[in-house]
């Protein structure tokens, strides 16, 4: 391996009872997508991805029967005081008014206080068990998961009603939300209250309303409006979010990285700077010169078409860390050991390059394939770690010292 551093649809909402046995298949990439799973009602993930995927919900009683939170209201406040993980607490007040605090919070309302939620992003990062239950959505692209949030609420909390750019589950894993859930265009124009702090809808007229018990799992397309309201307290709602990035935004994500990194292939001090020997004197000194246009264009486009530079680009956008992430050094890895990928670590690949955490190399053969399993399993037996090339293995040993890598 060698490294290139740089660093219209339905208003009615499927409503599926679960199977009583799940069937659950594991093959090689951690779960059988052609499998009905009772996570999605009976559905395979391949078909849960064709039917529902961006196009209309799902409601799925006991999605995860027997579920038990994956932190209790101690560890809540915990975190929720951590300057390490990014909380925010939402409270309801008199004559419909809001207020928003953002954490660390050193001390939350007491348990019993009706109408407050606090809400830990990122859960998974900090919390085994909050990283398990986002694995079993895996069957989306990693370069879409983007986290796990936990929402804790007392009696009557929720957020507003509101809507989300992006696809998201929903799942209930302790007390009782009641949803109220309907279409954009049909069940709200969209606006925005401009008298509260968070972004809540001015107008909504919901199509449905159901409560999620313990185990059920609901999923909202983009666009779909939905209110949740802790029915009794000590309600916990795990929410599964996914990135949706907007295309300028990607471009000029993409553009900034492609100019940083120049030209691998050209010399030091090969690039060129603009120049014109043959610009005449002008009396519109205001209006840009053809030729410096025509520079600007060529620059973009000699920076795109560079052999494989976008999609270098592309994969160590995706894979780059959030900015309050932050790894603990660790020591290289002694023989024999099962590995896994720090909770952390982003690791995706394409055709050519492996990516992790905003880093890019290029890897063939068995090195490749175990780096690619390594990335879609999150982790690599002693005998794969044994198989790898001694430049792989010396890598692999770098991402431990640099804490992306842990035994497992």
């Given at each position: 391996?060698?490294a290139k551093?740089?660093?219209?649809?339905?208003?009615k909402?499927?409503d599926?009872?679960s199977?009583t046995a799940?069937?659950?298949a594991?093959?090689?990439?951690?779960?059988?997508?052609h499998?009905p799973?009772?996570l999605?009602?009976g559905?395979s993930?391949?078909?849960?991805?064709q039917?529902?995927w961006?196009?209309?919900?799902?409601?799925?009683?006991?999605?995860?029967?027997?579920?038990?939170?994956?932190i209790?209201?101690a560890?809540?406040?915990?975190?929720a005081a951590?300057?390490e993980v990014?909380s925010?607490?939402?409270?309801?007040?008199?004559q419909?008014?809001w207020?928003?605090?953002?954490?660390?919070i050193?001390k939350?309302p007491a348990?019993?206080k009706?109408?407050w939620t606090v809400?830990?992003?990122?859960l998974d990062?900090?919390?085994?068990a909050a990283?398990?239950?986002?694995?079993r959505?895996?069957?989306?692209?990693?370069a879409?998961l983007?986290d796990?949030?936990?929402?804790y609420a007392?009696?009557?909390g929720?957020?507003g009603?509101?809507?989300?750019?992006?696809?998201?589950f929903?799942i209930?894993v302790?007390?009782?939300r009641?949803?109220?859930?309907?279409?954009?265009g049909?069940a709200?124009?969209?606006?925005l209250?401009?008298?509260?702090?968070l972004?809540?809808l001015a107008?909504?007229t919901p199509?449905?309303?159901f409560?999620l018990?313990?185990?059920?799992?609901?999923?909202?397309?983009?666009?779909?409006?939905h209110?949740?309201?802790?029915?009794?307290?000590?309600?916990?709602?795990?929410s599964v979010?996914?990135?949706?990035?907007w295309r300028?935004?990607?471009a000029n994500?993409l553009?900034?990285?492609?100019?940083?990194?120049g030209?691998?292939?050209?010399?030091?001090g090969?690039?060129?700077?603009y120049?014109d020997p043959?610009q005449?004197?002008?009396?519109?000194?205001?209006?840009?010169?053809e030729?410096l246009?025509?520079?600007a264009?060529?620059?973009?486009?000699?920076?795109?078409?560079?052999p494989?530079?976008?999609?270098?680009?592309?994969?160590?956008?995706?894979?780059?860390?959030?900015?309050h992430?932050?790894?603990?050094?660790?020591?290289?890895?002694?023989?024999?050991?099962d590995?896994r990928?720090?909770?952390?670590?982003?690791?995706?690949?394409?055709t050519?390059?492996?990516f992790?955490?905003?880093?890019?190399?290029r890897?063939g053969?068995l090195d490749?394939t175990?780096?690619?399993r390594?990335?879609?399993?999150r982790?690599?037996t002693a005998?794969?770690?044994a198989?790898l090339?001694e430049?792989?293995r010396t890598?692999?040993?770098q991402w431990?010292?640099d804490?992306?890598v842990?035994?497992?």
């Amino acid at each position: 391996m060698t490294a290139k551093t740089s660093a219209n649809t339905s208003a009615k909402t499927s409503d599926v009872t679960s199977p009583t046995a799940a069937s659950d298949a594991v093959s090689a990439s951690g779960i059988d997508i052609h499998a009905p799973t009772e996570l999605l009602g009976g559905l395979s993930p391949e078909q849960f991805m064709q039917r529902h995927w961006q196009k209309e919900p799902l409601l799925v009683r006991q999605a995860l029967p027997g579920v038990t939170p994956p932190i209790d209201r101690a560890t809540v406040a915990r975190l929720a005081a951590s300057d390490e993980v990014e909380s925010r607490l939402v409270s309801q007040q008199p004559q419909d008014r809001w207020s928003l605090r953002q954490g660390p919070i050193a001390k939350l309302p007491a348990w019993t206080k009706p109408q407050w939620t606090v809400l830990l992003q990122g859960l998974d990062l900090h919390v085994p068990a909050a990283e398990a239950l986002l694995s079993r959505f895996r069957f989306v692209p990693e370069a879409r998961l983007d986290d796990l949030m936990l929402s804790y609420a007392s009696d009557g909390g929720g957020v507003g009603p509101h809507f989300d750019s992006y696809d998201v589950f929903l799942i209930q894993v302790s007390g009782r939300r009641h949803w109220h859930i309907g279409r954009r265009g049909v069940a709200t124009t969209g606006t925005l209250r401009d008298d509260v702090p968070l972004k809540v809808l001015a107008d909504f007229t919901p199509e449905q309303d159901f409560i999620l018990e313990p185990g059920d799992l609901l999923y909202l397309p983009p666009g779909w409006a939905h209110d949740g309201v802790a029915v009794g307290g000590d309600c916990m709602t795990a929410s599964v979010g996914f990135r949706s990035p907007w295309r300028a935004e990607l471009a000029n994500e993409l553009l900034v990285r492609l100019t940083d990194e120049g030209d691998e292939d050209e010399a030091p001090g090969s690039d060129l700077m603009y120049a014109d020997p043959r610009q005449p004197a002008t009396g519109a000194p205001g209006q840009i010169p053809e030729a410096l246009l025509t520079f600007a264009r060529e620059a973009v486009m000699k920076a795109v078409q560079e052999p494989l530079a976008l999609e270098r680009a592309l994969g160590e956008a995706l894979t780059e860390p959030k900015p309050h992430v932050f790894f603990e050094a660790g020591e290289g890895l002694p023989e024999g050991v099962d590995v896994r990928l720090d909770a952390r670590s982003r690791m995706m690949y394409d055709t050519a390059h492996i990516f992790i955490n905003g880093a890019a190399f290029r890897a063939g053969g068995l090195d490749a394939t175990l780096m690619r399993r390594l990335a879609d399993q999150r982790r690599l037996t002693a005998a794969d770690v044994a198989a790898l090339s001694e430049d792989a293995r010396t890598l692999l040993d770098q991402w431990a010292e640099d804490g992306w890598v842990q035994i497992d």
